[in-house]
Nanobody
Framework: VQLQASGGGLVQAGGSLRLSCAAS????????MGWFRQAPGKEREFVAV????????YYAATVEGRFTISRDNAKNTVYLQLNSLKPDDTAVYYC?????????????????WGQGTQVTVSS
């Protein structure tokens, strides 16, 4: 499956963005979908995950209550709504698809990765 992330940009602290990740190839609903991010000089970290049906979600503690993951299986797209953004949220955001674990938080649990989209939050 091929993943294409989009929607990043420059936003002031407190603002919002909506990231999208469009999938093509194999059946989208066969995959749990996750979002990760990597800030400059830091390791990539888990942000959020949604199960194949969309019925279950899980968030990193640092974003819970501010970010919302959702998916539209008819459109082969997963979304990440980013609200109340902080400068610490500045990073390249990656979407990923995994066939196995329904709620996966580790990079090795994902089989396919998108190219990333830059989110920059100014103070």
């Amino acid at each position: 499956v091929q993943l294409q992330a989009s929607g990043g940009g420059l936003v002031q602290a407190g603002g919002s963005l909506r990231l999208s990740c469009a999938a093509s190839g194999r059946t989208f609903s066969s995959y749990g979908m996750g979002w990760f991010r990597q800030a400059p000089g830091k390791e990539r970290e888990f942000v959020a995950v949604i199960s194949k049906s969309g019925g279950s979600t899980y968030y990193a503690a640092t974003v819970e209550g501010r970010f919302t993951i959702s998916r539209d299986n008819a459109k082969n797209t997963v979304y990440l709504q980013l609200n109340s953004l902080k400068p610490d949220d500045t990073a390249v955001y990656y979407c990923a698809a995994g066939e196995n674990s329904p709620i996966a938080t580790m990079e090795y649990e994902y089989d396919y990765w998108g190219q990333g989209t830059q989110v920059t939050v100014s103070s």
